[in-house]
């Protein structure tokens, strides 16, 4: 598997006549395996890892991003997003301030508040887009609150994206996504966003091949424990937000994949409901992977 993707990201270069790569590295276990299999299909000298923090960044995703890219023997290139953000508002609204600083209310609104009003986690409704059978209160709410946070959270994506591929023209290299299967078909990722790219080798892995790729490489014990989250909600992890644990999405996906029975895929340890949350996510996020336009919502107020 890590040969096939290093033989992969070899090709890309030589197609493509590049002098090397450019990485978002984030401190995340996606990027950390991209990164490290790239220095081993290109050596150290052609891979350029950038970590883009802003104001709501954690100090610890920083921190595993510079231990990686010195476990390497990289260089990491630190950027300051947030006068970018500033100019977009992101940190404008009372609901971005109260998220920078409690991780027991980001966890309440999160899984409960917001459940409790539309029956479903606020991740859901962004796949919706915000598109609500009800009552305009409900829509206005949605609009001041998470609708706020997903413009926030795609803003700083977007803006990742394009900053790695003004840098990637410059220096004449590619830059390279690390999505991964699982986050690509339940929606977890911001369409044209940085984990959006067109060449993204991790692509065809679940993450839970990831964090066996992880492991085979050897990388640090500080990178591979840790629990994957979005680096902007205090309190909030990916599985916390998708409302299932990875190891048990990917086994409804590979079910899924291989056109396994419901009956089947129960039997590997996984629950009915489970299978039908996993089964909406897909439906409702394939706008996202598509080549159309995201779809246009009309802020309600």
């Given at each position: 598997?890590?040969?096939?993707?290093?033989?992969?990201?070899?090709?890309?270069?030589?197609?493509h006549?590049?002098?090397?790569?450019?990485?978002?590295?984030?401190?995340?276990?996606d990027?950390?395996?991209?990164?490290?299999?790239?220095?081993?299909?290109?050596g150290?000298?052609?891979?350029?890892?950038?970590?883009?923090?802003?104001?709501?960044?954690?100090?610890?995703?920083?921190?595993?991003?510079?231990?990686?890219?010195?476990?390497?023997g990289?260089?990491?290139s630190l950027?300051?997003?947030?006068?970018?953000?500033?100019?977009?508002?992101?940190?404008?609204?009372?609901?971005?301030r109260?998220?920078?600083?409690?991780?027991?209310?980001?966890?309440?609104?999160?899984?409960?508040?917001?459940?409790?009003?539309?029956?479903?986690?606020?991740?859901?409704?962004?796949?919706?887009?915000?598109?609500?059978?009800?009552?305009?209160?409900?829509?206005?709410l949605?609009?001041?609150?998470?609708?706020y946070?997903?413009?926030?959270?795609?803003?700083?994506?977007?803006?990742?994206?394009?900053?790695?591929?003004?840098?990637?023209?410059?220096q004449?290299?590619?830059?390279l996504g690390?999505?991964?299967?699982?986050?690509?078909?339940?929606?977890?990722?911001v369409k044209?966003?940085?984990?959006?790219m067109?060449?993204?080798?991790?692509?065809?892995?679940?993450?839970?091949?990831?964090?066996?790729?992880?492991r085979h490489?050897?990388?640090?014990?500080?990178?591979?424990?840790q629990?994957?989250?979005p680096?902007?909600?205090?309190?909030?992890?990916?599985?916390?937000?998708?409302?299932?644990?990875?190891?048990?999405l990917?086994i409804?996906?590979?079910?899924?994949?291989?056109?396994?029975?419901?009956?089947?895929i129960?039997e590997?340890?996984?629950?009915?409901?489970?299978?039908a949350?996993?089964?909406?996510?897909?439906?409702?996020?394939?706008?996202?992977?598509?080549?159309?336009?995201?779809?246009?919502?009309?802020?309600?107020?």
């Open positions: 598997m890590a040969a096939d993707i290093e033989a992969s990201i070899q090709g890309l270069l030589a197609a006549s590049a002098e090397g790569v450019i990485i978002g590295l984030s401190g995340g276990i990027s950390a395996v991209l990164t490290a299999l790239a220095v081993c299909a290109l150290s000298g052609r891979v350029y890892a950038y970590h883009l923090h802003d104001r709501h960044s954690e100090e610890e995703s920083r921190y595993r991003a510079q231990l990686l890219a010195d476990w390497l990289i260089g990491l950027h300051s997003i947030d006068r970018a953000m500033r100019k977009k508002r992101v940190y404008r609204p009372v609901i971005m109260i998220m920078a600083l409690s991780g027991f209310m980001n966890r309440y609104l999160n899984g409960r508040l917001h459940r409790m009003l539309y029956g479903e986690s606020p991740f859901i409704s962004t796949l919706r887009k915000g598109r609500f059978d009800g009552s305009k209160l409900k829509k206005l949605y609009d001041r609150t998470v609708g946070v997903e413009e926030s959270f795609n803003a700083r994506h977007k803006y990742r994206r394009h900053f790695l591929e003004r840098r990637g023209e410059e004449n290299c590619l830059v690390a999505a991964n299967r699982s986050e690509c078909m339940v929606g977890w990722f044209d966003g940085i984990d959006d067109p060449f993204s080798p991790l692509n065809g892995l679940y993450k839970t091949q990831v964090r066996q790729l992880a490489l050897n990388l640090p014990a500080k990178i591979q424990k629990a994957a989250s680096d902007m909600a205090k309190g909030i992890t990916d599985e916390h937000a998708m409302g299932i644990s990875y190891a048990e990917d409804i996906l590979h079910g899924l994949d291989n056109s396994f029975s419901d009956e089947q129960i590997a340890g996984v629950t009915e409901e489970q299978i949350h996993v089964r909406m996510m897909n439906m409702l996020s394939a706008w996202k992977r598509t080549d159309e336009p995201e779809p246009e919502v009309h802020k309600a107020g």
